[in-house]
């Protein structure tokens, strides 16, 4: 079945950095465009940054020149790199295969990683 795991998040200060991983099985990798999506403290579900099957990626504006998004397709691997965190950054984040339009049922997401930026 799909499984999906994400990694890499924890405390850190304003301006810091993280890097957050997604190990994925269980489906062709390859062929599916990937999501971050993340959902801040008393809020809903927020996309932040998509990566098609080519390569091609795009960013929330809340996030744009700040965060980065990659995959490996060999390792099965999804990256979101995290620089100059705010506190509105924090959250559960999670990876979410399909494309934009239709994206992987939430019953079948990882637990996601939380980020929580403070000082």
Request: aromatic fraction near 10%; include cysteine.
């Amino acid at each position: 079945e799909v499984q999906l795991v994400e990694s890499g998040g924890g405390l850190v200060q304003p301006g810091g950095s993280l890097r957050l991983s997604c190990a994925a099985s269980g489906f062709l990798f390859g062929s599916y465009a990937m999501s971050w999506v993340r959902q801040a403290p008393g809020k809903g579900l927020e996309w932040v940054s998509y990566i098609n099957s080519g390569g091609s990626t795009s960013y929330a504006d809340s996030v744009k020149g700040r965060f980065t998004i990659s995959r490996d397709n060999a390792k099965n691997m999804l990256y979101l790199q995290m620089n100059s965190l705010k506190p509105e950054d924090t959250g559960v984040y999670y990876c979410v295969p399909g494309v934009r339009e239709n994206p992987m049922a939430r019953a079948r997401w990882g637990q996601g990683t939380q980020v929580t930026v403070s000082s």
